[in-house]
């Protein structure tokens, strides 16, 4: 079975969604080498992956994290194990297990797909945004009408703002904006519709940003101190005793 792609021939993309975390997964797959990643897989999903890589004749060569996420358990070791796919995270990452290290301006071939990293620290220090030509998956860094909580994992506002300004807003306006989560149901963005619209973009100074995510008060993860150890295993922990 062969899958069409999603608006141009040249890649097939698919946005998926996880309701209790409200995270969102993506696959982003060359349809002429057959090559696939998947892009902050979540573990409960895994089964579904795999079938829908293996009903569009697809083969699963990377599993890739936006950052160490602290509300859902990753699906990339367990990719791994099932797929014998590669697994990345930013080197900032304590993640032993990855197969991968990402560092800033490196690039992820998908077939002939290329994925520029780009690190974006603030939300955490090991985010990292990916970048194709016209889209870039920006994981919790940029959200849409929001951005990411900056005070834990050591999180950073004004690494925030720099990431922000400084890398993600250079981009240009028509550029396409598919971030981690969306708590709200929006799907996508573009770049100058968040230059334009977004809140939290409204700052004049590095100051200003720091000042507004202070006044922030958000309750702590739920899953927090069961998914950040379980992602610096690649979300499959060695049992022991």
């Not at 610096?232 to 922990?237: I, K, Q, R, S, T």
Request: hydrophobic residues 35%; charged residues 20%.
């Amino acid at each position: 079975m062969a899958c069409v792609s999603f608006g141009v021939e040249k890649l097939i993309f698919r946005q998926l969604f996880d309701s209790v975390s409200s995270t969102y997964t993506y696959i982003v797959a060359d349809p002429k080498g057959h090559e696939a990643c998947l892009i902050d897989p979540v573990i409960d999903h895994v089964p579904a992956y795999v079938q829908w890589i293996d009903e569009c004749g697809l083969r699963l060569v990377y599993a890739i994290d936006t950052h160490t996420h602290a509300d859902h358990v990753t699906g990339a070791g367990r990719l791994r194990s099932l797929t014998d796919c590669a697994t990345a995270i930013g080197a900032e990452s304590p993640a032993e297990c990855a197969t991968v290290k990402i560092c800033d301006g490196e690039t992820i071939r998908i077939g002939s797909l290329h994925l520029r990293a780009i690190h974006t620290p603030g939300h955490t220090d090991d985010s990292y945004s990916f970048l194709l030509p016209d889209r870039v998956f920006t994981g919790d860094t940029l959200l849409i009408r929001g951005s990411g909580r900056t005070d834990f994992q050591n999180g950073d506002a004004y690494q925030a703002y720099d990431s922000l300004f400084n890398k993600l807003l250079r981009l240009p306006d028509p550029t396409m904006v598919y971030p981690a989560h969306d708590y709200r149901g929006w799907t996508m963005s573009t770049i100058g519709e968040e230059r334009q619209h977004n809140p939290r973009l409204q700052v004049r100074s590095p100051k200003e940003y720091a000042t507004l995510m202070a006044s922030i008060k958000l309750p702590t993860p739920k899953l927090m101190d069961i998914a950040i150890p379980a992602n610096w295993a690649c979300g499959e922990p060695k049992i022991t005793g």
